[in-house]
């Protein structure tokens, strides 16, 4: 019974196991990385006070990313490295009462409008098509962006492809508030910057990283964006540019469920009912139809021991009896057959009394349930 109960278990567990190796296998969510519509935005980025007061900025065509660098002053969850890293690269010179407003990695947003202007006829100058890819790993998730980056130009050595990872409302541990809060920052270098070479990679953002810095897709799966910005020269030019903005909405759960997907718990499911009720099927028939045996001394006859069987709902028949050594049956045991409902007595005659315990092996077949060998032990009635 116990070989029977794991299997059902091992069974039921297997397209667990199948789902989560397909799981491993597959992202659970995807989202593509479309060309850009337009190209007159702009990026501003905000490092808040630490009273959460953000920059306020009603242009349109702008893209707003807040940056929080007090966690260790406030005991905020919210993650801070990337900020305070983010802080170093702009020489920004953070201040706790008042936030600042950097726009296209400029200071002065003017100086910014002023270098958009100078390459506003030439946009666009790269072009970028891939997807973001959702993976579960190790509890957590992973982010895996395989691209294809094309320069329409020839590019400075020094461009520099940021990842912004962000989420439009944020909540932290004592209730303060933000719109797009920057979670994770990755910049990457590794592609061709010759006009009309093609970069194919796979940039990612690790689950290790992830979790870090508090991203739970499971707990708060809506709400996230990527922001891709692509910063440098131009090939002749030494004015730093916001070459590239676009911001793509994560996907964090998938929109469909495959058929394959949908039906497989549904098996476990319904070949776990049939397995369980088989099995509580069999343990009920056993239990109304395997006989109650008892056993004990004749209180008359030396050296007799008398076996009381009582059926259930099932006819049976005892087809063999022997018992362990030392003790020896004085007489051959006869088959013999037993109606259901009905008890009977056997008395089993030895040739002499032992004084180690008496074990008898009783083989039945019970209509239905087969052939079983049930074991009975008796105390030895030498008194020592």
């Known amino acids: 019974m116990q070989k029977m109960v ?29 060309e850009v519509a337009t190209f007159d935005d702009v990026l501003i980025e905000c490092f808040v006070a630490i009273t959460t007061d953000d920059c306020e900025d009603a242009s349109e065509n702008t893209v707003v990313l807040n940056w929080w ?11 801070d ?31 910014a409008n002023d270098n958009r202007n100078e390459i506003e006829d030439m946009l666009p100058v790269v072009r970028i098509v891939g997807e973001l890819n959702v993976y579960e790993e190790l509890g957590g998730h992973r982010i895996e962006i395989p691209i294809e980056m094309t320069p329409l130009v020839n590019l400075s050595d020094s461009t520099i492809m940021y990842i912004f990872l962000s989420k439009e409302y944020s909540i932290d541990d004592h209730n303060r508030r933000l719109t797009n809060l ?31 810095a508090g ?36 996907a964090t759960q998938p929109e469909n469920v495959e058929l394959n997907e949908f039906l497989m718990p549904i098996f476990a499911i319904v070949f776990g009912i049939i397995v369980i009720s088989t099995i509580l099927g069999n343990m009920y028939r056993e239990e109304h139809g395997m006989p ?4 004990y001394w004749h209180r008359d006859k030396a050296n007799c021991l008398v076996v009381e069987l009582t059926t259930k709902n099932r006819r049976m028949e005892i087809k063999s009896l022997e018992v362990d050594g030392p003790w020896k049956l004085s007489t051959r045991f006869k088959s013999r057959f037993i109606e259901a409902k009905k008890s009977t007595k056997i008395e089993l005659k030895f ?26 032990a008796i105390a030895s009635n030498v008194n020592k």
Request: some cysteine; proline content about 3%; glycine content about 4%.
């Open 81 to 111: 490295d990337d900020a305070k890293a983010r802080a170093g690269e702009l020489f920004v010179n953070l201040t706790i009462d008042e936030s600042q407003m950097i726009t296209n990695e400029e200071i002065n947003a003017e100086m």
């Open 351 to 376: 040739k002499q009394s032992e004084s180690t315990e008496c074990r008898i092996h009783i083989r039945l077949e019970v209509d239905e349930l087969g052939v079983w060998t049930q074991f009975l």
């Open 292 to 295: 109650i045996i008892s056993g």
């Open 215 to 250: 991203v739970d897709f499971a707990e708060s799966p809506y709400g996230w964006s990527v922001t891709f910005a692509l910063f440098g020269e131009l090939e002749g030019s030494d004015t730093n540019q916001l070459l590239y903005l676009n911001q793509v909405e994560l």
């Open 69 to 79: 660098a007090y966690s260790d002053e406030t005991n905020s969850n919210w993650p």
């Open 6 to 34: 794991l299997t059902v278990l091992l069974l039921l567990i297997s397209p667990a196991i199948m789902a989560a190796t397909a799981a491993d296998e597959k992202p659970i969510a995807s989202s593509k990385i479309g």
């Open 182 to 212: 920057v979670y994770e920052m990755k910049p990457e270098f590794g592609f061709s910057n010759q006009a009309n070479n093609s970069t194919q990679t796979t940039w990612s953002l690790s689950e290790s990283h992830l979790t870090a």
